[in-house]
T-cell receptor, first 113, second 114 residues
Framework: EPEVTQTPSHQVTQMGQEVILRCVPI?????FYWYRQILGQKVEFLVS????????KSEIFDDQFSVERPDGSNFTLKIRSTKLEDSAMYFCASGGQGSSEAFFGQGTRLTVV | DQQVKQNSPSLSVQEGRISILNCDYT??????FLWYKKYPAEGPTFLIS?????DKNEDGRFTVFLNKSAKHLSLHIVPSQPGDSAVYFC?????????????FGQGTILTVHP
């Protein structure tokens, strides 16, 4: 069964460093998303991406964040200068045309120290 | 942000009985609702969804009911199995350009006892 895969599964980084979280969405999907879940809190929407551009983003997704689909298969989330409060589980998801069902990867646990 | 609320943090059910998980929402723009299941250290797994034009959708042991006037939905699992033990999230989407932008509830931990 097709699935969304994310790498790495766990990333530890120093505060102020840049991190790139990587995702391979399901191959025929056209919509791509990043969500995050801070420990003990809700899963929160960060950004949606369609047709090579951001279609919607939340207040969390400030100038420190960016997304890219560099090669037609990968979808990346970059955090330019990490803060302690960026520590969370980051989930990539993808969805097909005309569908609200998003299929999630297993997540990357980001720990900022 | 309390647009989607799951008021029961946990639910404990005997194997073979019915599990009923509840969810309330406040945003009238939501027109598509989904349930996800999540195991520890995994991503949410899509279970079942319902459009606002329906009041019920069934898939095997899982049925979702939508009461638009009450802004309430529920997930019924029958019969419950120990493998159903997980965190269940309700999520909602406003459609249009917000397709796939999901607003999640805080989750309900379901424990099914053998």
């Amino acid at each position: 069964e097709p699935e969304v895969t994310q790498t790495p599964s766990h990333q530890v980084t120093q505060m102020g460093q840049e991190v790139i979280l990587r995702c391979v969405p399901i191959s025929n999907h056209l919509y791509f998303y990043w969500y995050r879940q801070i420990l003990g809190q809700k899963v929160e929407f960060l950004v949606s991406f369609y047709n090579n551009e951001i279609s919607e983003k939340s207040e969390i997704f400030d100038d420190q964040f960016s997304v890219e689909r560099p090669d037609g298969s990968n979808f990346t989330l970059k955090i330019r200068s990490t803060k302690l409060e960026d520590s969370a589980m980051y989930f990539c998801a993808s969805g097909g045309q005309g569908s609200s069902e998003a299929f999630f990867g297993q997540g990357t646990r980001l720990t900022v120290v | 942000d309390q647009q989607v609320k799951q008021n029961s943090p946990s639910l404990s059910v005997q194997e073979g009985r019915i599990s009923i998980l509840n969810c309330d929402y406040t945003n009238s723009m939501f027109d598509y609702f989904l349930w996800y299941k999540k195991y520890p250290a995994e991503g949410p797994t899509f279970l079942i969804s319902i459009s606002s034009i329906k009041d019920k959708n069934e898939d095997g042991r899982f049925t979702v009911f939508l009461n638009k006037s009450a802004k309430h939905l529920s997930l019924h699992i029958v019969p419950s199995q120990p493998g159903d033990s997980a965190v269940y999230f309700c999520a909602a989407s406003a459609g249009g350009t917000s397709y796939g932008k999901l607003t999640f509830g805080q989750g309900t931990i379901l424990t099914v006892h053998p």
